[in-house]
């Protein structure tokens, strides 16, 4: 009885593109795909047919039928049409006899979109935890309030925000201080990287006091406002992408868990749950569905984490999931917020969080 043996130089099936602004320009990770097939006990003068499907086309000058030899290996080289990608797409392999057709095989490929923005967890990273009491005292003294907005201590509301609203954010880690801290090195190579940073050393229990603070600046709290009301994560993903593929476009950071605004314990919830990681890599499945490596500060890498967390979104519906955050939790409905590095650098205003520090 005949047999027929396919294989491919692919990695579970799987053949991603870089991404790109043109879908056109995009980058085959794998180039050439090659197919391999072996038959075995085929009578003489029988054939091979390779049949593919639209996305898929055959190298300058090769055939998809091919002359078939018992026990040899035949091989076609294939390119991909980046422009397919994201799809599932299935080739078969036919073997022919003088009378008729013998064996056939059917196999499929995975094609998938990969950026990366350049943050490598390992080096950008910190290396310890975010915890509340990483720095002893949960709020940080006046002098990093002054530093971290414009006017510092100046106006009649400073009291109020530092007292108030400003000890709040504190009390509940530092997620978004060391993220933005992290982003920010990462972007200056003339600084020791985070991975080497020790959280004893002062220069950098300032820095990410004060990244973190700054989440009360206007550029912040209006970026996060934005995505509140429009609360599609879709859009979130698409300035990651943007961020990627554009050289002129700020890196971003990711707020998670937010609640979502139509909940009536909003602003009790707002304050005592969310999250910020650095997302670092994303790859677009066939389902759109975008798997994005992420580094969290609560999870820095390590033996006790060599993978990357990953955060899901459905680009098709606009939704979300990463560890116990969902859209879709009844019970804790939540969101993702844009947080570019942009809004948190250089001293800035704080006007709506000293409107904010009024309320009771």
């Given at each position: 009885?005949?047999?027929?043996?396919?294989?491919?130089?692919?990695?579970?099936?799987?053949?991603?593109?870089?991404?790109?602004?043109?879908?056109?320009?995009?980058?085959?990770?794998?180039?050439?795909i090659v197919i391999t097939a072996t038959p075995r006990n085929c009578p003489p003068a029988s054939e091979l047919v390779l049949q593919l499907p639209?996305?898929?086309?055959?190298?300058?000058?090769?055939?998809?039928?091919?002359?078939?030899?018992?026990?040899?290996?035949?091989?076609?080289?294939?390119?991909?049409?980046?422009?397919?990608?994201?799809?599932?797409?299935?080739?078969?392999?036919?073997?022919?006899?003088?009378?008729?057709?013998?064996?056939?095989?059917?196999?499929?490929?995975?094609?998938?979109?990969?950026?990366?923005?350049?943050?490598?967890?390992?080096?950008?990273?910190?290396?310890?935890?975010?915890?509340?009491?990483?720095?002893?005292?949960?709020?940080?003294?006046?002098?990093?309030?002054?530093?971290?907005?414009?006017?510092?201590?100046?106006?009649?509301?400073?009291?109020?925000?530092?007292?108030?609203?400003?000890?709040?954010?504190?009390?509940?880690?530092l997620c978004t201080g060391m993220a933005m801290a992290a982003l920010q090195l990462a972007t200056d190579l003339t600084v020791v990287p985070a991975?080497?940073?020790?959280?004893?050393?002062?220069?950098?229990?300032?820095?990410?006091?004060?990244?973190?603070?700054?989440?009360?600046?206007?550029?912040?709290?209006?970026?996060?406002?934005?995505?509140?009301?429009?609360?599609?994560?879709?859009?979130?993903?698409?300035?990651?992408?943007?961020?990627?593929?554009?050289?002129?476009?700020?890196?971003?950071?990711?707020?998670?868990?937010?609640?979502?605004?139509?909940?009536?314990?909003?602003?009790?919830?707002?304050?005592?749950q969310g999250h910020t990681v650095v997302p670092h890599s994303y790859r677009i499945t066939p389902g759109r569905i975008a798997e994005v490596a992420?580094?969290?500060?609560?999870?820095?890498?390590?033996?006790?984490?060599?993978?990357?967390?990953?955060?899901?979104?459905?680009?098709?519906?606009?939704?979300?999931?990463?560890?116990?955050?969902?859209?879709?939790?009844?019970?804790?409905?939540?969101?993702?917020?844009?947080?570019?590095?942009?809004?948190?650098?250089?001293?800035?205003?704080?006007?709506?969080?000293?409107?904010?520090?009024?309320?009771?």
């Open positions: 009885m005949a047999e027929l043996v396919v294989n491919d130089n692919l990695l579970d099936g799987e053949a991603g593109v870089r991404d790109a602004l043109n879908p056109a320009e995009r980058e085959p990770l794998v180039d050439p639209a996305g898929l086309y055959l190298a300058a000058g090769q055939r998809s039928d091919r002359g078939a030899i018992d026990g040899v290996q035949t091989t076609w080289d294939l390119k991909l049409d980046p422009r397919a990608a994201p799809g599932r797409f299935s080739y078969s392999v036919r073997l022919v006899g003088p009378s008729g057709p013998l064996a056939s095989t059917r196999r499929t490929i995975i094609t998938t979109v990969h950026g990366a923005t350049g943050f490598d967890a390992a080096r950008d990273g910190f290396r310890f935890a975010n915890a509340p009491n990483l720095f002893g005292n949960t709020r940080p003294s006046l002098t990093v309030f002054t530093r971290s907005f414009a006017g510092g201590w100046q106006g009649p509301f400073s009291r109020y925000v530092f007292n108030r609203i400003y000890d709040s954010i504190f009390s509940f880690g991975a080497e940073r020790s959280p004893l050393d002062q220069e950098t229990r300032v820095l990410i006091q004060t990244m973190h603070g700054r989440q009360l600046s206007d550029a912040a709290l209006l970026r996060t406002g934005l995505d509140l009301v429009r609360n599609n994560p879709r859009r979130v993903f698409r300035a990651l992408r943007l961020s990627v593929l554009r050289p002129d476009a700020a890196p971003v950071a990711f707020h998670i868990g937010v609640p979502v605004l139509f909940r009536r314990d909003f602003f009790r919830a707002v304050v005592r992420v580094y969290d500060p609560a999870f820095p890498p390590g033996p006790d984490n060599p993978s990357p967390p990953i955060l899901r979104i459905d680009l098709a519906r606009g939704a979300y999931s990463y560890r116990d955050w969902s859209s879709d939790d009844p019970g804790n409905r939540t969101t993702l917020t844009l947080a570019p590095l942009t809004a948190y650098s250089g001293r800035r205003s704080r006007i709506i969080g000293s409107v904010s520090s009024l309320l009771p």
